[in-house]
């Protein structure tokens, strides 16, 4: 009995004891509250003191962080990486172009662009390995030492495993393309189209009748919309990259087809691009768009000068043709201009005088479909000449006759002249020039 | 005066058709019925996690706020939360399980639900705000209050999940233990105002005094009856039925969804139910704090009216909510036999006990 009453009074005043602990913390909240609410709150980092400065003590694994204005693209970080968790790309620019890489801030002139330089933290190891081949010292872990070139950073967790991969490379798609970086580019491109067939199938196996529906299809529909593909025809790189290149932000503004073809068409000018393949494809293009739109020869347009074979007389001739028109003058006006035009820049020969008079007298062509095809042959037939220097000296008769004007018959004559006076002209270089008479 | 009764006057000068109005006052006082439990629910979990956070030196809900208002950094931070879980909780998938008893799964939560609902029927909120005014009031709260025990053990079978059915008997057999100490301390009122039914019992306190400080044994009586009054809902420290580190949700293991936020409703609802009996039984009912002990006999009117009834009875009821909060975040779960010792052996005796010596209280003073 005596045990039952303690019992109930031992429950009574612990039952009390614990009310009043529980209230106590209640109350007293502000001091004793133990929660940091994380993404607003942190706790300060503790001042470290490891008895030298901070500046002689390297190794801080914290982020990988590269100064890209510094890189030169030497891949020393890439070879030196453990677990290949740096991919850079680079792109040397070709030597015609005035693309100007920048200077380093140790004073190097860059060479190089790079349109890549990616890390993979979620790769990376934090051996620091990296840091030290660095010839430029671009590349660092952020913090510690560095805390002057880029702020403390040990937090970067993200959502998916993708936000692990740091881009630093700051070249833009312009950069690539001005540097000649075209292939890069459409590489690059088919990558992430690829990437992202294999994300809509979402694991499922391919069936190998899909697969021939997709490749039947797809040229059929690559012609009936235009997409930035559309314009990989175009050979050269620069164009192509341009063509695209407006065909995307243009796209990306809601455009219609005719004007994305428009504005393409304009950019190529601008960059005195615009030659016959571009316009024929834009025109091709924007035919096949709309079926019934009137049909261009019977005028005569800036597309009528698309015969011409030279790029220079092309472009001056169009671009004569557009600034004349746009001042309101009559055709054969026009024509009177471009030829001036052309005997300004020594550009006036029988070709263009041929296409000037026929324009002149007809008022209107039906060019499209009589394009003569190649009054030069080509350069690179001429690399079947075997001797080097044979093979030199034709090249550059070849260019040097190409630019006066003459025919191709007069050229291998020329050629053959040049490497009779070099004692070059053997049995094999006779066949070789009488194989490509053969085939003019 | 009840509601209902208040409801037909009114709509008589109307000239409703007598179906209509009769409709009319069953469907107004159950919408505000169900309109006040959905708010205690909302507001009550809300509350308990922002006062178990600040028990255990937490924040509790900081995130979420409500038309663009955060909070702050104390008590209404987060004052959203409960409202986004209350959508979460909606729209989620109802699960039934394959083996289920699927009738009886489904109407197992309505049951508890109902149970809770019509339970409110007799419970005041005001003077004249009291649904239906029986003269078996305080009979009618108890027999409705187990009917509740009928959805538990339904859901714990139609579950088809040991676990389950453990919980569901476990809180059976918790249940119909503790109903034994609740009828006999809340004989205690009946006893000394010498009526069952609501009104009777509140004006003897506002003509007298509150029960609870009226003798010693009624505040044992009111400490026991609101001690099985937790025990009744099912709440912590008597929350064996639940047994969140054992059983997982008891009976509650497989319901989800509607069907898991009607439990969840009726638990809440449950612990307002306990808190408003035990304030009108044993706090003064409607009367302001002024009448706890009637110095100032016939003035008790001081500070009353129709809302402020409401006010004074509903702040009791909060102020005891709390208190069950308090308990639920301090002491820990009592195992099986605890739980029986407590009722059978400490709980009924003294409340047999209490009856007898409030009978003599009665008799000498």
């Known amino acids: 009995m005596r045990d039952y009453f303690n019992n109930i009074y031992v429950g009574l005043r612990s039952f009390c004891k614990g009310l009043s602990l529980t209230f106590k913390h209640m109350k007293n909240k502000e001091e004793l509250v133990a929660t940091l609410q994380y993404p607003n709150e942190k706790w300060p980092i503790p001042e470290r003191n490891i008895g030298f400065d901070m500046s002689e003590y390297n190794v801080v694994r914290s982020r990988l962080h590269v100064d890209m204005d510094d890189c030169i693209g030497c891949l020393q970080c890439e070879r030196a990486c453990p677990v290949d968790c740096i991919k850079i790309d680079t792109i040397k620019p070709s030597k015609d172009s005035d693309v100007d890489c920048g200077v380093t801030s140790l004073g190097t002139q860059k060479k190089l662009v790079v349109p890549r330089f990616t890390i993979d933290m979620s790769e990376c190891m934090y051996c620091n390995l990296c840091v030290y081949p660095c010839p430029e010292e671009c590349i660092y872990m952020v913090g510690g030492p560095n805390e002057d070139k880029h702020e403390m950073d040990y937090e970067f967790s993200q959502y998916s495993r993708d936000g692990l991969i740091f881009e630093f490379a700051n070249a833009t798609d312009e950069d690539i393309v001005s540097a000649g970086g075209d292939d890069y580019i459409r590489n690059r491109d088919s990558k992430i189209d690829i990437l992202k067939e294999g994300e809509e199938l979402k694991g499922k196996e391919v069936v190998p009748e899909a697969i021939d529906k997709k490749q039947q299809v797809s040229p059929a529909t690559v012609s009936q919309e235009i997409t930035h593909k559309s314009f990989s025809d175009l050979e050269d790189k620069m164009q192509r990259g341009v063509a695209k290149k407006t065909f995307l932000t243009e796209k990306k503004q809601g455009k219609s087809d005719e004007e994305i073809l428009k504005s393409i068409e304009s950019a190529l000018k601008d960059k005195d691009l615009l030659d016959d393949q571009a316009s024929a494809l834009i025109s091709k293009l924007g035919s096949s768009n709309q079926a019934d739109s009137p049909p261009v020869a019977d005028e005569i347009t800036h597309k009528s000068f698309n015969d011409l074979e030279d790029k220079m007389q092309r472009g001056i001739a169009k671009k004569t043709f557009l600034t004349e028109k746009k001042q309101g003058k009559s055709d054969s006006d026009i024509l009177t201009a471009i030829e001036a035009a052309f005997k300004d820049k020594d550009l006036l020969n029988d070709q263009a005088k041929d296409l000037l008079k026929s324009l002149t007298s007809t008022g209107s062509t039906e060019v499209a479909e009589e394009a003569p095809k190649g009054g030069l042959f080509e350069l690179k037939k001429l690399n079947d000449l075997e001797d080097k220097l044979a093979r030199g000296l034709a090249k550059k008769t070849y260019t040097k006759s190409k630019k006066d004007d003459k025919s191709s018959s007069e050229i291998l004559e020329d050629i053959e002249t040049v490497l009779k006076e070099a004692d070059k002209l053997t049995d094999e270089t006779i066949a070789v020039i009488n194989k490509i008479k053969e085939s003019l | ?365």
């Open chain 2, 1 to 365: 005066m009840s509601f209902v009764d208040i409801i037909i006057n009114s709509l008589s000068s109307l000239e409703f058709s007598y179906t209509l109005t009769l409709l009319l006052a069953v469907v107004i006082p159950g919408l505000i019925i169900f309109l006040l439990m959905t708010v205690n629910a909302i507001v009550a979990v809300y509350m308990e996690r922002k006062i178990s956070a600040f028990m255990q030196d937490r924040l509790g809900p900081m995130e979420v706020g409500i038309f663009g208002f955060k909070g702050g950094k104390k008590f209404w931070g987060g004052i959203g939360q409960t409202i986004a879980d209350a959508v979460k909780l909606l729209a989620k998938e109802d699960i039934i399980p394959k083996d289920a008893d699927k009738f009886m799964m489904i109407l197992a939560p309505f049951i508890i639900f109902i149970a809770s609902f019509i339970t409110f029927v007799g419970v005041p909120l005001s003077e004249n705000f009291l649904i239906s005014n029986f003269n078996i009031g305080i009979l009618y709260i108890l027999a409705m209050g187990s009917v509740g025990v009928i959805g538990i053990i339904l859901a714990g079978w139609a579950s088809n999940n040991k676990w389950s059915l453990y919980g569901a008997m476990r809180a059976a057999a918790q249940i119909i233990s503790y109903e034994i100490p609740i009828g006999l301390t809340l004989l205690l009122p009946v006893i000394i105002s010498g009526g069952l039914d609501v009104h009777s019992i509140v004006d003897w306190q506002l003509e007298n005094r509150w029960l609870i400080i009226h003798s010693p044994f009624t505040f044992i009586g009111f400490f026991i009856f609101f001690v099985s009054g937790i025990a009744e809902t099912n709440r912590v420290p008597f929350d064996i039925p639940e047994s969140e580190s054992e059983l997982v949700a008891g009976w509650m293991t497989e319901y989800s969804g509607f069907r898991w936020s009607l439990f969840f409703l009726s638990e809440y609802t449950n612990m307002l139910i306990i808190s408003l009996v035990a304030s009108f039984v044993f706090l003064g009912g409607w009367g302001s704090p002024m009448t706890i002990f009637n110095i100032i006999p016939g003035d008790y009117m001081y500070l009353d009216g129709p809302m402020w009834g409401l006010f004074w009875l509903l702040s009791k009821a909060v102020v005891l909510i709390f208190v069950m909060m308090w308990f639920r975040w301090t002491f820990p779960r009592l195992r099986v036999d605890q739980l029986m010792y407590l009722c059978w052996k400490v709980f009924i005796p003294f409340s047999i006990a209490n009856m007898l010596f409030v009978g003599m209280w009665e008799v000498l003073f």
